[in-house]
């Protein structure tokens, strides 16, 4: 009985948002949200501030006008910037990233082609790194144990 009163004690304790576990879940996860955010506000505004403009390199400096302003609202370029940018978050939220302006493609089926040997590639890479760094920092280490040895003998008082 004693035990069971205990253990409702600790899951209540645990329950409690002064939880320093919760509190740094939350914390991180804040964190994430903002970075992302951050990102995908810097794609969008690389993408647009670049100088050039996207259609007209997609369909050559002799398009006809009436082209490149077709192919412009088409990619809804003609609208305000704010209203692209919510298009845009719209879009990834949905899973919608639009079609390439090349292939006339959708982005997400050209990632989902790739994707696979983007993850075998960084896979490799990871277990490369890992067998490279962790048996040259057991065998390295910085600063040697003879350096400290040193330095710690010549600052001790003579014996007497």
């Known amino acids: 009985m004693a035990s069971t009163t205990a253990t ?8 409690r948002s002064d939880n320093p576990w919760v509190s740094f879940l939350v ?7 903002l970075s992302v ?3 995908v506000t810097a794609a969008f505004l690389m993408i647009h501030l670049v100088p050039g403009d996207p259609v007209r390199a997609a369909l050559g400096l002799n398009a006809p006008a009436e082209l490149v302003e077709a192919k412009r609202a088409a990619l809804g370029l003609d609208q305000p910037l704010l209203v692209q940018y919510f298009h845009y978050i719209g879009g990834l939220f949905t899973g919608d990233m639009g079609s390439s302006m090349i292939t006339s493609q959708p982005v997400s089926e050209i990632i989902s082609t790739r994707l ?3 993850l075998q590639l960084a896979l490799l890479a990871v277990l490369l790194v890992l067998l490279v760094s962790v048996p040259s920092a ?3 280490r ?6 400290g040895a040193e330095d ?3 600052r001790s008082p003579p014996a007497p």
């Open 138 to 140: 057991s065998r390295w």
């Open 142 to 147: 910085w600063p040697p144990a003879a350096a």
């Open 27 to 33: 914390r991180r996860g804040g964190q994430f949200v």
């Open 8 to 15: 409702q004690a600790i899951l209540i304790r645990s329950a």
């Open 152 to 154: 710690s003998s010549s």
């Open 37 to 39: 955010w951050v990102l």
């Open 116 to 118: 696979p040997a983007t």
